[in-house]
C-alpha cells in the first residue's frame, strides 16, 4: 500500500536553511494531510496540518504547500535548527469517515551546526 | 497541555503469551487509534474506535487483536497469542470527532516478543 510517498530517506541541511521535505500521493480522495515529527523512541508529534481547500498553510517556521493536481505536498522549515533533526512522516486522510491516516515512510532531517 | 499516555513503555513477552497495552485518550476526544511501527518500517494504521466499537480495522488487525474501552477513561489493545512479527513500537491516538481532526499520539508501548 503505497498510497503515500516520501521518495527521499533522508535530508541534511545548514543550520539557518531552508529544510524542504516531501509528500506524495497517489488517491485522489485524500483531502486532509497532517505533518508529523518523530524521534527514536517516541511517539509522532503533530507539526502542521493543510486541507484540500488550501494550497498553503503557515505556522511559524513551518510550513505546508499543497499542489492538488500534482497529488504533492511540501513541508518549509525554515530557518532550519539542530533540534529539527528527527524523521518527518507525512500522513493523509480521505473521505472514508473513518478518519483512518495513511502515513509515508518518512524523511530523515539532518540539521548541521 | 493534554496529552495520550500508554502503558507500559516496553514490555517483553514470550511467544503465544497474551498482552494487553493500554491508553489513556485526551479526556475530550472520542476516537481513538491504535497504530504500530516495526522497526525500520512505516506507521501502520491497525483500528480506529468510536462510540463503543470499531469504525475501521486494517488487514493487520487480524482475530488475535481485539480493542476494548473498559471504562469512561482507558483504551486498550490486547493481543491473544503473540507471535515475533508483532514486535514493534504501538501507538495509540486520539482525536476530536469531526473528519480531518488531528490525530495526537501518545509516547508508544515497546513490545518485544522472543
Known amino acids: 500500500d503505497q498510497q503515500v510517498k516520501q521518495n527521499s530517506p533522508s535530508l541534511s541541511v545548514q543550520e539557518g536553511r531552508i529544510s524542504i521535505l516531501n509528500c506524495d500521493y497517489t488517491?485522489?480522495?485524500?483531502?486532509?494531510f497532517l505533518w508529523y515529527k518523530k524521534y527514536p523512541a517516541e511517539g509522532p508529534t503533530f507539526l502542521i496540518s493543510?486541507?484540500?481547500?488550501?494550497d498553503k498553510n503557515e505556522d511559524g517556521r513551518f510550513t505546508v504547500f499543497l499542489n492538488k493536481s500534482a497529488k504533492h505536498l511540501s513541508l518549509h522549515i525554515v530557518p532550519s535548527q539542530p533540534g529539527d533533526s528527527a524523521v518527518y512522516f507525512c500522513?493523509?486522510?480521505?473521505?472514508?469517515?473513518?478518519?483512518?491516516?495513511?502515513f509515508g515512510t518518512g524523511t530523515r532531517l539532518k540539521v548541521l551546526a | 497541555e493534554p496529552e495520550v499516555t500508554q502503558t507500559p513503555s516496553h514490555q517483553v513477552t514470550q511467544m503465544g503469551q497474551e498482552v494487553i497495552l493500554r491508553c489513556v485518550p485526551i479526556?475530550?476526544?472520542?476516537?481513538f487509534y491504535w497504530y504500530r511501527q516495526i522497526l525500520g518500517q512505516k506507521v501502520e494504521f491497525l483500528v480506529s474506535?468510536?462510540?463503543?466499537?470499531?469504525?475501521?480495522k486494517s488487514e493487520i488487525f487480524d482475530d488475535q487483536f481485539s480493542v476494548e474501552r473498559p471504562d469512561g477513561s482507558n483504551f486498550t489493545l490486547k493481543i491473544r497469542s503473540t507471535k515475533l512479527e508483532d514486535s514493534a513500537m504501538y501507538f495509540c491516538?486520539?482525536?476530536?470527532?469531526?473528519?480531518?481532526?488531528?490525530?495526537?499520539f501518545g509516547e508508544g508501548s515497546w513490545l518485544t516478543v522472543v
Open positions: 491516538a486520539s482525536s476530536l470527532p469531526g473528519h480531518g481532526d488531528t490525530i495526537y
Open positions: 488517491n485522489s480522495m485524500f483531502d486532509y
Open positions: 493543510i486541507s484540500s481547500i488550501k
Open positions: 500522513a493523509a486522510s480521505g473521505t472514508s469517515g473513518t478518519y483512518k491516516y495513511i
Open positions: 479526556s475530550n476526544h472520542l476516537y
Open positions: 474506535f468510536y462510540n463503543n466499537e470499531i469504525s475501521e
